[in-house]
Nanobody, 132 residues
Framework: QMQLVESGGGLVQAGGSLRLSCAAS?????????????MGWFRQAPGKEREFVAA????????YYAESMKGRFTISRDNAKFSVYLQMNSLKFEDTAVYYC????????????????????WGQGTQVTVSS
């Protein structure tokens, strides 16, 4: 498993924007190995189950979003920097949660569903709070 560290969370007013970053590291992590990982963002609010937010495939050519995030959030990756990002626009109070970066190096194919159990590496999370 690789180590993942999220950053960029904070307090923002409804309608505002935040950009989250996730930096990967590990003994075996390099531009070639990181490029094979499917990367994802998940979030979890108090009293709720962990929820899929967005995912991006190994090349960055395919992205996936939960329905409520479409048109507002954008996931991207920079394999040379071992990083993945989540640009969040038009934030709502309901977006308040701890946001987690996750990685899946199994090479599995996804068909529209991204269960948390499929991702083997997780960061500690970064808090996003949206005020109304």
């Amino acid at each position: 498993q690789m180590q993942l560290v999220e950053s960029g969370g904070g307090l923002v007013q409804a309608g505002g924007s935040l950009r989250l970053s996730c930096a990967a590291s590990g003994r075996t992590i390099n531009i070639f190995t990181f490029s094979t990982y499917t990367m994802g963002w998940f979030r979890q609010a108090p009293g709720k189950e962990r929820e899929f937010v967005a995912a991006i495939n190994w090349s960055g050519g395919n992205t996936y979003y939960a329905e409520s995030m479409k048109g507002r959030f954008t996931i991207s990756r920079d394999n040379a920097k071992f990083s993945v990002y989540l640009q969040m626009n038009s934030l709502k109070f309901e977006d308040t949660a701890v946001y987690y970066c996750a990685a899946d190096g199994s090479g599995r194919s996804y068909s529209g569903a991204f269960p948390p159990r499929s991702f083997s590496s997780w960061g500690q999370g970064t808090q996003v709070t949206v005020s109304s």
